[in-house]
């Protein structure tokens, strides 16, 4: 089992940058490759950004693409996405996620074995 917790979400203006974390803990995390999700009311939850486990490889949607960065440090447990230039539409709570590492990285829910409670993230206009 891996147990996920995410923090670092909050209320910010359009614009603004923000930092989410993810603290990993079980088994090894570098087992796993890890990716963050957001849901915003009403909506499905959608894939916002990947990495693979060595940190090596990363995957973006389309709508956060150079904005967000994804990153992590393996000898802390802790994955983190930066978030940048930040627009109303990407209010939503985002959720931490991993999967057994199988050798490519993977946008599907259905692939990710485990999660986190989510944070609130909030962007005003």
Request: aromatic share 12%.
């Amino acid at each position: 089992q891996v147990q996920l917790v995410e923090s670092g979400g909050g209320l910010v203006q359009t614009g603004d940058s923000l930092g989410l974390s993810c603290a990993a803990s079980g088994r090894t995390f570098s087992n796993y490759a890890m990716a963050w999700f957001r849901q915003a009311p009403g909506k499905e939850r959608e894939f916002v950004a990947a990495i693979s486990w060595s940190g090596a490889n990363t995957d973006y949607a389309d709508s956060v693409k150079g904005r967000f960065t994804i990153s992590r440090e393996n000898t802390k447990n802790t994955m983190a996405l930066q978030m940048n230039s930040l627009k109303p539409e990407d209010t939503a709570v985002y959720y931490c996620a991993a999967y057994t590492w199988r050798g490519t990285l993977l946008r599907a829910t259905s692939h990710y074995d485990y999660w986190g409670q989510g944070t609130q993230v909030t962007v005003s206009s």
